[in-house]
């Protein structure tokens, strides 16, 4: 299932919201204000952020661009009231992906989400493929080659991730931050330790290769 972050601090917006959301299917989580969004990016594997830009302590301009800073790639619909091209240009600048101006048309809104979960390669079956080889989400299973491999949480969050962005770089730390979270103080060896577990079990696996680009970290190239 998609996780989406709602972050808005009218509450009856961010229910408004949240309840069409989640009509669609998607798992939904709110957050009343930027801190306490980011609290939950940190706790939660969250695929989209829908934010508001004028909410307390930490605005939507500060929390988007807190989370690109920390390696946050997920798509982002900014919902606001401030129209001006200015206000657009800074969310943009931010980082956001997508901008809707308020009162929202809560159709739309269902469109744009879907746009970007396509464009982010998300969908709601949280499946991944890659010629024969499936990752599925929702089971923690990675099937294909006549087997079928059951994988420990952080093992496949870091597959998932790999298999969602073949021939990308990730470095170490963005790997620790994405997939056990900023306040994690595990080391950065724990990233190399799990992939040299995931390149044992799928070392005869021809679909896919685990790379490791020295000095930088580590990248899935697609074999087929």
Known sequence: MVNILVAEDNVNIRKLIATYLEAE?????EAAD???????CDRESIDLL?????????????????LRDSGYTLPVLMVTAKDEFDDKRQGFESG?????????????MLLRVSALLRRARISTEKKITIGGVTADSETLTVSG???????????????????????????RQDLMEKIWGLDNDTEERTVDVHIKRLREK???TPEFTIVT?????????KNV
């Open 25 to 29: 299917g998607y798992r939904v989580l």
């Open 34 to 40: 930027g801190i306490e969004a980011l609290d939950v």
């Open 50 to 66: 829908v934010a508001d830009i004028m909410m307390p302590g930490m605005d939507g301009y500060e929390l988007v661009r807190s």
């Open 96 to 108: 956001t992906d997508d901008y809707m101006v308020k009162p929202v048309d809560l159709d739309e």
């Open 145 to 171: 080659s006549g087997r079928q491999v059951t994988l420990p949480l952080k093992e496949f969050m870091l597959l998932f991730k790999l298999m969602s962005y073949p021939g990308r770089i990730f470095t």
């Open 202 to 204: 799928f070392e005869e």
């Open 213 to 221: 680009v020295r000095g930088l970290g580590y990248k899935l190239v």
